[in-house]
């Protein structure tokens, strides 16, 4: 009984000690983004459609440099998961997209809007430019798909 007694003090204090080390550092306890010391931002978005997802971190430092990972998760399909780098002007990212998709790397130019609690990426008709990176064709307007500020993880 003294075993079992002790043994399960052991747990929850190794139950409580992970759940107090597993806080992040990027956010305060309400879950804003939190200014390094170098001056960067940690910033996490999410968008849901359905069964899909769709999960943006990013890191925009004060020299206007950006990067962060993207990761698009479809319901029973393959996603692709990747790097994010590129450059803040203003309210608009451009970035390119590293990625693995079924196996294969690919490059993407992806153009996202910073507006309050949203970030906004630039969807449309891909076609395959200079070095092989994908862009949004010239001469289309792109479909803005929202993604809401979230906690970082």
Do not use: H
């Not at 052991?10 to 806080?23: E, P, Q, R």
Request: charged share 25%; aromatic share 6%; glycine share 10%.
């Amino acid at each position: 009984m003294k075993n079992l007694l002790f043994l399960s003090i052991g747990l929850l204090a190794f139950i409580s000690c992970k759940n107090t080390a597993s806080k992040d550092a990027t956010t305060d306890t309400k879950g804003a983004p939190v200014e390094a010391a170098n001056g960067a931002k940690s910033l996490c978005y999410l968008r849901v459609f359905g069964k899909d997802t769709t999960t943006i971190n990013i890191t925009i430092n004060l020299d206007g440099t950006v990067t962060g990972t993207y990761d698009w998760a479809p319901w029973e399909k393959d996603g692709s998961t990747g790097t994010l780098k590129g450059r803040k002007q203003d309210d608009i990212l451009t970035l390119l997209y590293d990625y693995t998709i079924e196996g294969s790397n690919q490059q993407e130019e992806k153009i996202m809007k910073l507006t309050g609690d949203l970030l906004a990426e630039a969807e449309g008709e891909l076609t395959e430019a200079e070095g092989g990176v994908l862009k949004i064709k010239e001469g289309t307007t792109p479909n803005w798909k929202a993604l809401s500020k979230v906690n970082c993880k």
